[in-house]
């Protein structure tokens, strides 16, 4: 079992920067790749971004290329969302999930690899 507890959201201007954090329970948390998911009112929930256990491949959702940050810090159990730039249209319930082994871009952006998610995180982007 393992438990994500996410921290770091708010409320931000457009153009401005957040860093959510995402701390995980146990003791295999190399084992786990982590993404990062939002879901905005009335829409789907979509990846924003993931990193496989080692952090030997990453992925990004086309719209947060180039502004956002995924890492992770295994001997913390932590994993990070760095967010720069951020946009109104980011505005969203951001979750953290763990998923064991993943590591193809496939397997690290399809909601259904990760077996635990996070409770979520509120990101509100101001116009």
């Known amino acids: 079992q393992v438990q994500l507890v996410e921290l770091g959201g708010g409320l931000v201007q457009a153009g401005g920067s957040l860093r959510l954090s995402c701390a995980a329970s146990?003791?295999?948390?190399?084992?786990?790749?982590m993404g990062w998911f939002r879901q905005a009112p009335g829409k789907e929930r979509e990846s924003v971004a993931a990193?496989?256990?080692?952090?030997?491949?990453?992925y990004y959702e086309d719209s947060v290329k180039g502004r956002f940050t995924i890492s992770r810090d295994n001997a913390k159990n932590t994993v990070y969302l760095r967010m720069n730039s951020l946009k109104p249209e980011d505005t969203a319930v951001y979750y953290c999930?763990?998923?064991?082994?993943?590591?193809?871009?496939?397997?690290?952006?399809?909601?259904?690899?990760?077996?635990?998610w996070g409770q979520g995180t509120q990101v509100t982007v101001s116009s």
């Open positions: 146990g003791r295999t948390f190399s084992n786990y790749a």
């Open positions: 999930a763990a998923g064991r082994w993943a590591y193809r871009d496939h397997e690290l952006k399809t909601a259904a690899t990760y077996d635990y």
């Open positions: 990193i496989s256990g080692t952090g030997g491949n990453t």
